[in-house]
């Protein structure tokens, strides 16, 4: 008895033709769209008419999903189908567990690292579909990968100056100078062998990395039809006589292709772990402690004002998680004062949070004696610049600055550094009731006196949830994200 054309198509996922495979998958992937009456075939056990499991061409039994992961490793046609079935499938926690397993977390973690990837933001979306569960978070937080490029290149420059100075006749009188250039030369090709045999780094490091590289490109070029003409304009490029650009040592220019902006709803999710949260306030192995990159908090704080609603919601959301952490709060927070401790990083998250806040023009009309009291990066701002458009954003960043008020140091802070004002100025013109509820609260933690069991509260590190509310006091009730 013949099979169902639908069961034909999927025996093709694994045929041996590339091109078969791409056309399958080209019809597979429509499969996976939600309500779709075939979308059970990519996920279930099939069988044949004779109860049987359905076979590849080698024999082996036909696991739609494992099929799935592996054609994320061939030609980005295919690949950009493949993946897109993946991020579908993901809104069932049981596929989900079945996708994201440690040796495919790590192929997506490579992938999104490279970046000459065509595809990277396809398979940011996916890991961020992933990591919406918290049993794959913690997997990405426990992860390491290798600590280097997919490509690595050798400098054909410098092989040759090596070369020519081996060859290079003692007797001229410009042999000094070629022999000192081939030591030079030589010993920047055994140290880019030796940057290969690195060894390996946190997951979560290599997406930073991706993720500030990112930052530099046009946020246009990530919709799902310009991934696609993305692949037809590199195969053109390809196929071109067009010199490849290479830098003063004579390697390959790469530049990344990929935004990375779902990485930020990547942090948010795996912030809602404590042991997430805590990776973020700690100082990144090797890394100066007393500076603010060597924090992985340090790195993405500074996009909550980015011009993707993705990445500066994404990275809104994890700072709010991250302040769950009380004992980071000092970490967190400048000193108020002028005169910085020099034994503390210069890290500083208020500003990141205070900024989307502002409005230019209210501002202006504040007294300049109470700008003066704000971080300096929200003093003198353009009066063009607008308040965060977006809502939910707006509740989060105040909910961050409640989180501050959990410790007797962060309040402090705020006092002394005119959180007041702003969100004094925040509260006339927003025309949600529930931010205003959430600033009446800030402001009453803000204004109230201290008492001595309050100012003692810095000694007790207790994440703070809307789950259980104990017995903490009602204004620091707050939703974790």
């Not at 069988?47 to 080698?58: Q, R, V, Y």
Request: proline share 5%.
């Amino acid at each position: 008895m013949a099979l169902p054309a639908s069961y034909e198509v999927l025996q093709f996922l694994a045929d041996p033709n590339p091109q078969a495979r791409q056309l399958a998958m080209s019809m597979v992937v429509s499969f996976s769209a939600k309500g779709h009456a075939d979308r059970h075939l990519l996920t279930e056990k099939l069988l044949d008419s004779h109860g049987e499991p359905i076979k590849m061409w080698n024999g082996e039994p036909l696991d739609v999903i494992e099929q799935l992961k592996r054609l994320c490793h061939d030609q980005p046609l295919t690949v950009h189908d493949a993946l897109s079935a993946l991020i579908n499938l993901c809104d069932s926690p049981s596929v989900a567990m079945r996708i994201g397993d440690t040796d495919f977390l790590a192929f997506l973690v490579a992938y999104i690292g490279d970046s000459v990837s065509l595809l990277a933001d396809l398979a940011c979306m996916l890991l961020s579909n992933l990591t919406k569960f918290d049993a794959i978070s913690s997997r990405l937080l426990d992860l390491e990968v290798e600590d280097r490029p997919f490509y690595s290149f050798l400098s054909p420059l410098d092989l040759q100056v090596s070369l020519s100075g081996m060859e290079a006749d003692p007797s001229q009188p410009d042999y000094e100078e070629k022999k000192a250039a081939a030591e030079a030369a030589t010993k920047r090709i055994a140290e880019s062998m030796h940057a290969d045999q690195t060894g390996k780094v946190p997951a979560l490091v290599k997406l930073i990395r991706a993720f500030e590289e990112g930052a530099t490109v046009e946020s246009s070029s990530a919709s799902g039809a310009n991934m696609r003409s993305r692949i037809e304009s590199a195969k053109k490029e390809a196929e071109s006589d067009k010199p490849v650009e290479m830098d003063s040592n004579g390697r390959p220019v790469l530049k990344r292709r990929s935004t990375c902006n779902f990485l930020a709803s990547v942090f948010a999710n795996v912030t809602v772990l404590p042991k997430g949260r805590e990776f973020f306030v700690a100082p990144m192995a090797g890394a100066n402690a007393k500076v603010a990159d060597a924090y992985p908090i340090g790195r993405i704080m500074v996009y909550t004002e980015h011009a993707d609603l993705i990445r500066r919601g994404g990275v809104i959301s994890a700072l709010k998680n991250v302040l769950f952490v009380k004992h980071a709060h000092k970490l967190l927070l400048a000193p108020a004062q002028a005169a910085m401790d020099e034994d503390r990083p210069s890290l500083d998250i208020l500003p990141y949070i205070l900024m989307p806040l502002i409005d230019g023009k209210e501002l202006a009309k504040v007294d300049l004696e109470d700008q003066e009291s704000l971080p300096e990066a929200c003093q003198l701002v353009d009066e063009n610049k607008p308040r965060e458009k977006d809502s939910a954003l707006r509740l989060m960043l105040v909910e961050a600055l409640l989180l501050l008020c959990t410790s007797h140091y962060g309040r402090e802070s705020l006092r002394s550094r005119g959180a007041y004002i702003v969100v004094r100025e925040a509260h006339l013109a927003e025309p949600k009731e529930q931010i205003t509820e959430a600033i009446v609260r800030l402001v009453n933690l803000l204004k109230r006196d201290e008492s001595e069991s309050s100012m003692k509260d810095a000694e007790i590190d207790m994440d703070v949830s809307s789950k259980d509310g104990g017995e903490h006091d009602e204004d620091l009730v707050i939703e974790e994200l």
